[in-house]
Structure formats: structure tokens, C-alpha cells
């Protein structure tokens, strides 16, 4: 029950005392919903990412130790629960649990996507409560942030189009248009391109590509926004060539940005008034800055692993995997 009601009263938690008041929620949504999952008794099933996981987790573990700030490498920003060690241990955690406790988690994210978009449909409609503390008039989800409902909504869309009622499926696309996110428009087209690739003729990717461009640039063009995330993505590649193997630690790219970010990001940001950037807007960038060259070469590691083991399967929940991976990664590209 608790995950639906986060889900519901999410968009008013935002808006109503400050958007960083739903982050603290959602951390106590993650530790109970792992604790549900490791609680759950069932047979034990091969782990064979277990060893591209502590990889992944030695590197962080190095990069931590030799972090700008140390402690905050392992617990996170306090905006981004989810980073940082303590993140990378909740993510091998989730993996050991869905090993021990295999099951239809489809399910469970088609239901959270709908429940997701009608919560903040329900703010995002003029005349509701709270509709005029919007960023710009915006819909926003389980956090302040229009961005990340894009990205929650495209990470189960292939699920949504697959297997749920139309009305779930309406409300989740119209959901993703009123974020106006470019990002995850983009991630949108991206997993439907690839859920669909074996059945759709050349012409209609094409179409689907060319539509998805232009909703994402066209219709929702934010110049200013564009300029500050091109100058962040500028200031991590210099952070990199400053530390070139371990990074500056994993959560620790705002206190790159603030030794880099010069008068270029001051004029780029001119009225926004968004002093600091707390990650690059671009994982690939993100990992170079915070983890460097090791960082992201175990990522990469993991990564292919994972494709290559689901790209060899044909089985539907296999190819729904395939198309949120794109979609998420897509969408990573910018935020």
C-alpha cells in the first residue's frame, strides 16, 4: 500500500513544502520495498552477473576512498538518494533479491506507471491544487521534476504497450507529453523502435524517428536549457582530463563543476538562477567525471553482458528488458 499512496500524494509532497521534502519518502519507499523483496522465501536461481556487479562496486569502492569528499561519495546528495556507493549497494541488493525472488515484476511496473501519470495528471491539469507551483506549468511525478517522471514512465513504457488496457496505456503517453521532456521523448521513441524493430517496415522507423525529433525540439524548445546543458556536459569533460582513472568520486561532480565552471556557465545560466550543477546530464560524461576511465570501462562491462544475454533470448519479457534499457539510456544521454 505504501508505494501507491507515495505514488498518489507524490506531486503534493513536491510542490507543496519543496520539492526536497519527497526525496526523504522516497528513500523509505526503496529500503521497505528491498526489505519485501529479501523477506520473500523461493528457490535460489543462477547469479551470473554477481561477479560484473562487485566489479562495478570495487571500482566505486576506489573511487570513493579517493574522492574530493569522501563522504559524500558513499551516501549520496541528499537530492539524489539513488547515487553514490549507497546507491550501487542498493542496485546489487535489488539484483540478489529478483535472484532470490523471480516473479512477473511486469506486473507491478505497468500498475506504477499508471498510477504514476494519473497522479500527476491530476496536479498538471489547470484548476487543480497546486497546478500553479509547477515548473513551468509541467507535470511532475513521485519527485519535483518533470525530467524524472520522463524517465519513470519511459522505463515501463514497453510493459505499458504491451500488456496493459488502453486507458493505462493513454494515460501514461499523455503523462510523458505534459513533462515536455525532450530526454524522454526521445527515450519513448527509442524502446518503441526497439519492441517493434522486427515488425515495423523502414519507412515507419523512419517516421517514428522524424516525429520524435521534432516533438522533442520543436514543440518543446528550451534554448536556455539547452545552452546550460551543453556547458555542463563541457565542464565534465574537463573534469575527466583532470582525473583521468578514478574521477572525483562517485556524487562528488558538483564539487568539480564549482572549481570549473568559469563565467561561460554564468552567462549560460543568466536569469535561471541555478548557481551549480549537481551531475554532467549525460551518463557517459557523468562516469568519466566521477569515476573516470576504470568507472566507466566496468560499466560498459556490465552493460554488455546484460545485452548480450537478453539479446540471445526471443521471449517477450526478454525484448521489454531490451527496449527500457534503450529507453533509459537514451534518456540518460541528456539527464
Not at 501507491?4 to 519518502?25: E, N
Not at 573511487?63 to 546489487?92: D, E, H, K, N, V
Amino acid at each position: 500500500m505504501l508505494g501507491p499512496a507515495l505514488i498518489l500524494a507524490g506531486s503534493y509532497l513536491a510542490v507543496g513544502s519543496g520539492v526536497d521534502i519527497f526525496f526523504l519518502p522516497k528513500l523509505l519507499a526503496i529500503a521497505v520495498g528491498c526489505f519485501l523483496c529479501l523477506s520473500k522465501p523461493s528457490t535460489r536461481t543462477a547469479a551470473p552477473l554477481r561477479p560484473w556487479f562487485l566489479l562495478g562496486l570495487s571500482v566505486t569502492l576506489l573511487a570513493t576512498l579517493t574522492a574530493a569528499s569522501p563522504l559524500q561519495a558513499a551516501l549520496g546528495l541528499f537530492r539524489s538518494p539513488t547515487a553514490g556507493l549507497l546507491g550501487a549497494l542498493a542496485c546489487w541488493l535489488s539484483y540478489e533479491a529478483g535472484c532470490r525472488s523471480p516473479r512477473a515484476s511486469w506486473r507491478y511496473a505497468t500498475w506504477g506507471a499508471g498510477l504514476c501519470a494519473a497522479g500527476a495528471l491530476a496536479t498538471w491539469i489547470p484548476g487543480a491544487p497546486f497546478h500553479y507551483m509547477l515548473p513551468s506549468g509541467r507535470a511532475i511525478g513521485t519527485i519535483g521534476s518533470p525530467p524524472f517522471l520522463g524517465c519513470m514512465l519511459v522505463a515501463t513504457l514497453p510493459w505499458v504497450i504491451i500488456s496493459a488496457p488502453r486507458a493505462v496505456a493513454s494515460l501514461v503517453f499523455i503523462a510523458l507529453l505534459a513533462t515536455e521532456s525532450k530526454a524522454a521523448i526521445l527515450g519513448a521513441v527509442a524502446g518503441v523502435l526497439v519492441l517493434h524493430t522486427h515488425t515495423m517496415s523502414r519507412r515507419a522507423v523512419l517516421a517514428l524517428s522524424a516525429a520524435g525529433l521534432a516533438g522533442a525540439f520543436l514543440v518543446f524548445a528550451r534554448a536556455g536549457s539547452d545552452t546550460m546543458r551543453l556547458c555542463t556536459w563541457g565542464i565534465a569533460w574537463k573534469a575527466f582530463l583532470m582525473r583521468p582513472w578514478l574521477g572525483w568520486g562517485p556524487d562528488n561532480f558538483i564539487d568539480a563543476f564549482m572549481q570549473l565552471r568559469g563565467n561561460a556557465w554564468v552567462e549560460a545560466a543568466g536569469n535561471s538562477g541555478m548557481t551549480a550543477s549537481e551531475n554532467a546530464h549525460n551518463l557517459v560524461l557523468n562516469l568519466l567525471a566521477t569515476q573516470g576511465f576504470l568507472g566507466l570501462c566496468a560499466h560498459l562491462a556490465l552493460g554488455a553482458v546484460v545485452a548480450r544475454s537478453l539479446l540471445a533470448r526471443t521471449d517477450r519479457e526478454s525484448r521489454c528488458l531490451v527496449a527500457c534499457y534503450a529507453s533509459v539510456l537514451v534518456y540518460s544521454m541528456f539527464n
